[in-house]
């Protein structure tokens, strides 16, 4: 289903949806750090005159969502009233103006809640292009040209590290045997790893079930959330190792717990794991902290990225030498634009890029950038898994398919973002169903 | 006039109003990136159970104040129905429930307009504080034992760089010759530098006039504003040259213009002029960015901090040596808690703390760090500089002094950032008088 020219379509309005997930009842997303997350996103819909829609979000983790939504609803004046290819036609353009606008960018720049804002429209529109296209995102971007693919990034204060005749060059060079690699995305997939078995709020004997179960559903690789005391955080990974062995890789995760000190002694105890990466050990503002912990415990590969707020500081932690693992996040930079960014200069820098996902959403989103990056940009999958966490997939209208711990490709067009229509309506926040009985609950307990 | 005690002090409520002044309508505050800025705030009151009152604000530029201000309001429950001393007793661990929020922190974590939100209550608790001694801010903290002062610093993520022994330990050798320090204060006040000579809106007619008027009223140090066409840059900073001399210092300021490359170019073009420091020549973000301009323009001196959103950017600007100067900002961070780690680190690594000025109340706020800065903690004078910009002072209480270039000591209780009732009525948007007119004549404007 070929769908009407980019031409055609006007983005007529702009819908935001305060949305939230009150997953925090049931220690979903617990680590050391974030004890009590309600999984939610900031969700916006581009309506169209065609009757396609454009769906993007931007995952946060409760309190604070309204603030994103306000900050989509006043950065919807850039897309309200334009057709579609005024947008696609200069995507770097468009990308500037939602970040560049001259009084809201005092609010970062190009970070924080406006960025996560940004990050939410940019992708809708990209979801929109991609459903006019007829294409699932991975297959638009595989399939653009790279003259194409470098005119939707901003090279600004990033060009020492890649210039866009870098990109092109890099882009183009590797396009060759992508029919190969698509052929071995459609067989096995794009490899994953769990996060479900290991939250922080779990107990013993739950991660010792879920790893036992994880692995009998063929997984290979699993995340353990650290940053308790020491001897818990040991005791629990022997756990996750007695169950899956010392083939299988396990991940240590502390979620900016420690300071750069604490974190190299507390990174070299759990060597004893053996860890397949240690994650977030620290501040991720922290590009030299994060270097001088790699270079202090040689022996464990540092990684991070979900919190990493902008290219700029992605071509830091690159150029610092500070990471083994670059994790991405779908929704907290710019959108598709700047992880194109991000992806390339991983890819020059020789970095595996594993993306953050999990949350509401990220799943769904990650794998087209995980996809694409394989057909076009690192055109490798040594070292390189996609997170996977299971929960609330059930709310999205194509939701992810993993089998043999492997993300299998999504064929229909878009990015796979959409929340059904009756989750909008129920997780709607304050007034959906869920929340209004959730504050007749505490009323009625308050009373009690 | 003693205050009464702090644990009679109870906060009963928050207010907090969005403030704008229509400042773009004469290009006051226009730079390269800035272009037409609305200066604003998100102006918070503390109201209490004896009277008096602790204000706060944060500076913002106009459109997505109000985020900042439900982000305010939002972080109030931790702030409401407290005693004073239960914060004052534990300043870090007060400021940690703000940063800490275990949702809300996600939308950073510490950074953008959460953390602006941050700045502004801590501020305002400290306003309340000082009234409660019934001291200036400045001193106030000049007077706090040392042991008291680190008390109140969040050394998470930098005590790699400086931990809260060596502090204390800095802070207790410095206290020798104080009074020597307060005594030259109290004659002369702080060196202060003019921006209000150089925005990029103002032609190069008016720029000449300014120059030559700043000068007759004894200032010393001059601020321009670059970004422009090479020339026009050149031009501009050469007639401010005409009537300032070679020995009167000038600063550029790009304002984040350039990426790495362009910033070398440009600076070395602009060496020509002799500026005294060149001002955020690219983004914020960039840390080793900055230190290689730094390091290929060893000529010029490279500043930067008004957009640096916390303790940990800063210190690695000061690990990585990439600033001579260092602009912190007294509201863009975690208000004074922060900027009492920001002006150690300084002192620890050599680097002069020459604060960000301007906007609304920003003046009225730094003079009492710098004053700190000087009698606690750098404890000179040598390169250092506060900048002024002379505007909206009428619409406060208790408004900077200025005298031959120098900000004159304040000496009223509090942190001097009160901004009159009428103000607050007026400017108050979008309901206020000011804005009610403004929006009537761009509805006869639509009209016409």
Sequence with gaps: ??????????????????????????????DAVNKDPDYSAAYCILETNTGLEGHGLTFTLGRGNDLVVQAVRYLSRYVVNRSLDSITSDLRGFARQLTDDTQ??????EKGVIHLATGAIL????????????????KLLAEMEPRELVKAIDFRYIDDALNEQEALDLL??????????LALLERQGYPAYTTSVGWFGYSEEKIRRLAREALAEGWTHFKLKVGGEPAD??????????EIGWTNKM???????????????????????????????????????????????PQVRIATGEHVHNRIMFKQMLQAGAIDV?????????????????LLMAAKFNVPVCPHAGGVGLCEYVQHLSAFDYLSVSTSLEDRVIEFVDHLHEHFLTPVHIRQGHYLLPMEPGYSIQIKQDSLTQFAYPDGEIWQEAFEEARSNGRA
Tied chains: 1, 2.
Aim: glycine fraction near 6%; proline fraction near 4%.
């Design 1 to 30: 289903m070929k769908g009407k020219q980019l031409n055609e379509t006007h983005i007529t309005a702009v819908r935001v949806i305060d949305l939230r997930f009150p997953t925090s009842r049931s220690h979903i997303g617990s």
């Design 326 to 342: 670059l994790q991405l996040d779908s929704c907290r930079v710019a959108g598709v634009n700047e992880n194109l960014a991000i």
């Design 104 to 109: 809201f960018r005092w609010l970062g720049p």
């Design 172 to 181: 183009t060079e590797r396009r060759d045997c992508q029919k190969t690699r």
């Design 123 to 138: 992708n809708a529109v990209w979801d929109l292009y991609a459903r006019v296209e007829g294409k699932p995102l991975w």
């Design 233 to 242: 955080d040991l005791r629990r990974g022997h756990i996750i190792r007695e």
């Design 251 to 297: 991940m240590v995760d502390a979620n900016q717990k420690w300071g750069v000190l604490e974190a190299i002694e507390r990174t070299r105890q759990l060597a004893e794991l053996k860890p397949w990466w240690m994650e977030e050990p620290t501040s991720p503002d922290d590009i030299l902290g994060h270097a001088r912990i790699r270079h202090e415990v």
